[in-house]
Each structure stands twice: as structure tokens, then as C-alpha cells.
């Protein structure tokens, strides 16, 4: 039955879901000829290069997932800036192949390492950098300025929100629906949302590590954004905010923005439109600043209680492990685990952060985690329910579950080789109908942010992570009855890695921005 609150999301779901059948009779193949490039250029706008010597994360990496980090700064500066965009988006490592080709990886995962989210900065009262709209392109390490003016009355107006305007910067997240969707399709939509909430899982812990105090937002009027940033709201679209650092003289009130149109390097020598992933977004768009108010009045379902006893997992120690700066740098993603476990309190640190308010404009807590646990030392195998209330663990069904945890992953042996696989579930249709077509895009943000914070912890803690793709109606199969009500949403593999596809193997570490003294 289709969600009468948000009968387009509830449909893109089902017509995009993954199965046994659906995925053998796929006879979708790539063309490598006509793959997107991977970064958006500006031809017309010259570049600003940005410093090298930035300050770099040093709070261990779980304090800063918790929010915790340096004293708030008077001001913010370009060099911290800078920091936040390099451990969010920045290129931290690259490998080359024997043919002469190359790839760039960036600091968080991208599903299919195609990196479709792009960051613009909208910069109020940044030392070393005037006032107006910039896009930052990984590739060159530059911002290309869009606009000339102080256009954070525009931002809080799209917001629906006056505090957006006294901040000093605001990243806005896109998503290029072309980059993804030469690989994945229509599937793309939830991609972009993935993604771009791993990325935000790094921007949100670097900013509050040099003291940002970052707060997100998801609820804006779309078409402001688009025309504020000069995209079509079509092929390349709105997915976030990110309000950053102290509160700063309040922005002027001005009208519309002008239109822009910079010209860009073309992506590929075609593309090819996804008519799904259109009409989801378009559903879900809003369209008045009282649109934004109203829509931020949903809530989240309340949790069902737990049908047996409850494990208690060991809180973690926030000073223990590498500090961000590092884990970002190091973070890769995990092509090959080994069948060695992870502790007890490894698991507890990665269930810990992934569940981690997030300040933002609206309630979390629309996901929850089901995991298949098959080597975590002091924990018997067998299937569980997170309970982040009270950190704590539901077991669900005891055994050997690698098979099952592999094909479920899409038959792919990441998901049965980790030491644990979590399944991001959400009671979809409750959730829709809080927060109507709009609330698709939360429960794939909140389960991208929860992963990202996952392979944080993973990262700090010495062990890898790796985030997979799912048959959707086996995953709530194999939790049932648990599971009633549900939808999958994402997976996340947890493990130490090792053997030829590590994650490591064949990589160059590209030097990280270093202290300025």
C-alpha cells in the first residue's frame, strides 16, 4: 500500500528497491567512455588557492563526534575554513595504475568512489576572505567565487531561520545526480543522500574539533538555494546546510539574488536523465519560508520497547584512539576483511558515535541499528537491535549468521566477512508520515551520517569499515518479527582489514594541511 502522506517517496523506494531478481535481470553496463568527470570546474572564474598550513583537527576523534573540541574562536579564520573543507571533502589519497590512470580519493566515502556531493561556501565575516558565494573544488584545492555579496539574508530566508544570517559561513551540500547515476540509476537518489550525510559525519566532527559549533539544517526552500548558487535544481541539486562558526553582525535583508550562469567543464559527452530520482526530489521540495516552519514540526516515531533483556555495552573513553586529524587521513574503505574479531568495546565505540545527536533543525532518531555480529570478542554471535537509549544491546537471534549477512549485502562477501554488519532499518511510512515526501530524504541522511560516524570510530580505533548496498525486502526478512514495519536503508561493514583488497594496498597518502605556527 502506498503511504498516503507521500505516495512518491513510498513509490521511488519500492521501484528502486534491490532483489535476487532484479538484480540477475539487469543487463545495465557501463560506459566507460562516457563516465562523468569527477570534479565541477568553473571555466570563467579564477581560482583562489587555498593555504596549505590549516589548522588540523588534534581532538580525538570520538570527542569530537560527541561534539567536543577546542573554545569557540573570536572569529573564523580562512585557514580554519579550510581545515573543515579538507577533512570533509578534500583529496587525502590517490592511486595510480600501471596504464598511467589515476583516482583521487577524498576524505569521506562515496559510494562508488564517483563523489558526486559538491560544497559551496557561503562566507559572511571569514578572516582572509570576502564576502559572498564560493565553490570549492577538491582538485585544484581553490574556491571560485560565484557571487560578490553578503547573501546570508537570502540563506536565512530560505531557511526560515534568522540565526543563519548572523553566522560567519554556511557549506551548502549539492548533489550531482549525473555523477552517480552513470553507475547506479534511478537507485542514485538514495545515494546522494548517503553520501552527502558521510561527508557531513567529517565536516560536522573537524568543526566542532576547532570549536564551530556547526549546526545542519535540512529544511529550506529549494529553489532559493538553487538560484542563490546558480544550479538548475534539476541535474544538480540541494541537500543540506551547515551553519559555521561564532555569530557575526546580522546579515542585510536584500531581495532575490540575481540569476547567475557560470560556464563548467562538461561532465561527459552525454547524460542520461533519471526520471525517478527527479520526481522524488521535486516531491519533496518546499516552496515558501512557511512551508519550512511547518514541515520542522514533525517528530520523531517514538521507539518500541525491547521484547528481551538487554546487553550492556561499556561506554567509551572519548580521549582513546587517533585524533581526527589522523583517522580522516587514514580512513579508506575496506575492500577485504579478515575474519579477526574486533572488542567489545571496539563495537560499543562504533554503536556509540553512530548514534550521536546531531544538532540540527529537526529530530533525529528515525533509524535504527540491526546488526549480524559474527567475531566480536565477548559477544556471542547472532543478530541484535542497537538500543541507543540505553546503550545497550537486544539480541535478537543467536548463531553463525556470515552467509546470511553476505547476501544479504548483495551477495557481496564484505558483508559476511566483517567482524559486524549493520543494517540502518527505519519505520519508513511513520516517518513519512511526520514529514511527508521530505522525510525520504532524512532517513537516507541520518543512516549516510550514521555510517560516516561509524567508520570514524572504526578508523580511530585501528580497524576498517566499508559501506555496502542491500537486498531491501531480505534485510527486513531476516529481522522479521522484529523487523515489522521497516525498511532497510543502508549497511555498514565493521572489521579488521587484511589480504589482497585491503584497503591500504597500492594507495598514496597525499600530505595532509599542516599546523599553522
Known amino acids: 500500500m502506498v503511504n498516503v502522506a507521500a505516495p512518491i517517496a513510498r513509490r521511488y523506494h519500492d521501484r528502486t528497491a534491490h532483489s535476487p531478481e532484479s538484480v540477475r535481470a539487469d543487463g545495465h553496463t557501463l560506459d566507460w567512455d562516457n563516465k562523468p568527470f569527477p570534479f565541477k570546474v568553473y571555466t570563467d572564474i579564477p581560482g583562489l588557492q587555498l593555504p596549505r598550513e590549516v589548522d588540523v583537527p588534534a581532538t580525538p576523534t570520538l570527542a569530537a563526534v560527541a561534539g567536543e573540541g577546542a573554545p569557540a574562536p573570536p572569529i573564523l579564520t580562512l585557514g580554519t575554513l579550510t581545515s573543515v573543507l579538507y577533512y570533509s571533502a578534500g583529496v587525502t589519497k590517490q592511486k595510480r595504475y600501471s596504464g598511467g590512470g589515476e583516482v583521487l580519493f577524498r576524505a569521506a566515502a562515496s559510494t562508488g568512489a564517483l563523489y558526486q556531493t559538491e560544497v559551496y561556501v557561503v562566507a559572511r565575516e571569514v578572516e582572509g576572505l570576502a564576502p559572498g558565494v564560493y565553490h570549492f573544488c577538491p582538485g585544484d584545492f581553490t574556491l571560485r567565487r560565484l557571487r560578490g555579496e553578503d547573501a546570508g539574508g537570502t540563506l536565512a530566508a530560505a531557511a526560515a531561520d534568522a540565526s543563519l544570517g548572523r553566522r560567519a559561513a554556511t557549506l551548502v551540500l549539492t548533489g550531482i545526480i549525473w555523477r552517480n547515476s552513470w553507475k547506479y540509476r534511478a537507485r542514485t537518489y538514495r545515494h546522494l543522500f548517503w553520501d552527502a550525510g558521510t561527508l557531513l559525519a567529517n565536516a560536522l566532527a573537524a568543526a566542532s574539533a576547532l570549536g564551530l559549533e556547526p549546526r545542519l539544517l535540512t529544511g529550506f526552500v529549494d529553489d532559493m538555494i538553487h538560484r542563490l548558487l546558480g544550479v538548475d535544481g534539476t541535474s544538480e541539486v540541494a541537500l543540506a546546510l551547515l551553519a559555521l562558526g561564532p555569530e557575526t553582525s546580522p546579515a542585510p535583508e536584500d531581495g532575490p539574488p540575481a540569476a547567475i550562469d557560470h560556464a563548467t567543464l562538461p561532465l561527459s559527452h552525454h547524460t542520461v536523465a533519471e526520471p525517478l530520482v527527479t520526481e522524488a526530489h521535486a516531491a519533496s521540495a518546499l516552496a515558501t519560508p512557511d512551508d519550512v516552519i511547518r514541515w520542522r514540526r514533525g517528530r520523531a516515531p517514538a521507539p518500541s520497547a525491547a521484547q528481551a533483556a538487554l546487553v550492556a555495552l561499556p561506554t567509551p573513553e572519548l580521549r582513546e584512539g587517533r585524533a581526527l586529524g589522523e583517522t580522516i587521513q587514514r580512513r579508506g574503505s575496506t575492500r577485504h576483511f579478515a575474519h579477526a574479531p574486533i572488542a567489545l568495546d571496539d563495537l560499543a565505540a562504533a554503536l556509540w558515535a553512530a548514534s550521536r545527536p546531531v544538532p540540527a533543525d529537526v529530530p533525529g532518531g528515525l533509524t535504527d541499528i540491526y546488526m ?146
Not at 543478530?383 to 543467536?398: F, I, M, P, V
Not at 544479504?408 to 515526501?437: I, K, N, R
Not at 569499515?465 to 526478512?477: C, N, P, Q, W
Open 372 to 517: 549480524s555480529a559474527h567475531a566480536v570478542t565477548g559477544l556471542p554471535p547472532g543478530t541484535y537491535r542497537y538500543r541507543r537509549e540505553s546503550h545497550a544491546l537486544e539480541l535478537l537471534e543467536a548463531g553463525e549468521f556470515r552467509q546470511e549477512a553476505a547476501f544479504l549485502s548483495l551477495e557481496q562477501p564484505l558483508g559476511g566477512d566483517a567482524a559486524v554488519t549493520f543494517f540502518f532499518l527505519s519505520p519508513l511510512d511513520a516517518v513519512l508520515a511526520e514529514f511527508g515526501e521530505r522525510g525520504y530524504r532524512l532517513v537516507n541522511l541520518e543512516a549516510g551520517l550514521a555510517g560516516g560516524r561509524a567508520y570514524l570510530a572504526a578508523y580511530a580505533r585501528g580497524f576498517g569499515a566499508s559501506g555496502l548496498t542491500f537486498y531491501d525486502a531480505e534485510v527486513v526478512r531476516f529481522f522479521m518479527p522484529h523487523a515489522a514495519g521497516a525498511d532497510a536503508i543502508f549497511v555498514t561493514a565493521l572489521g579488521r582489514s587484511g589480504g589482497a583488497g585491503s584497503d591500504v594496498l597500492g594507495l598514496t597518502t597525499i600530505a595532509a594541511p599542516t599546523r599553522r605556527s
